[in-house]
């Protein structure tokens, strides 16, 4: 009987080292992405409720802490300066005012007069979908 000579199979090879390089970069970019956004966000008491609407994605952010004051992105603000920034976003938007959608995160533990300013500031400037950022129990 004759047996069948073996014959040597050449393996393909697949380098990983460049997907390995790709993956550890994209998770270190989104690390990076992550951190940057909480660093955004103040660090306030938001009000809690039981159920609210369903979340839409804004566009500006406007914090108001417990002393009152404004701070978008990461920066103290007055209310003018507030003024100049939101329509510097309508500006560059390309959009009419009535489709920027605005969040204001509000401290529980500050009355309302600085949040009805800005309320009012915002409907003078023709922005008309606020949002109030809360907390679901």
Known sequence: MRLASRHSVSTLGFNMTSMIDIVFLLIIFFMAVSQFNRNM???????????????????????????????????????????????????TSGRPADQ?????????QQDSLRLNEVMERLSFLGIIEIQLAVNRR
């Open 100 to 108: 920027l959608i605005v969040r204001i995160r509000c401290d529980r």
């Open 41 to 91: 966000d103040a660090q306030l008491q938001l009000t809690e409720v039981a159920d609210g609407g369903a979340k839409v994605e804004s566009t500006f952010v406007i914090n108001i802490d417990a002393k009152q004051q404004l701070l978008v992105s990461g920066e103290y603000v007055s209310l003018e300066q507030l003024t100049e920034r939101v329509q510097n976003e309508i500006r």
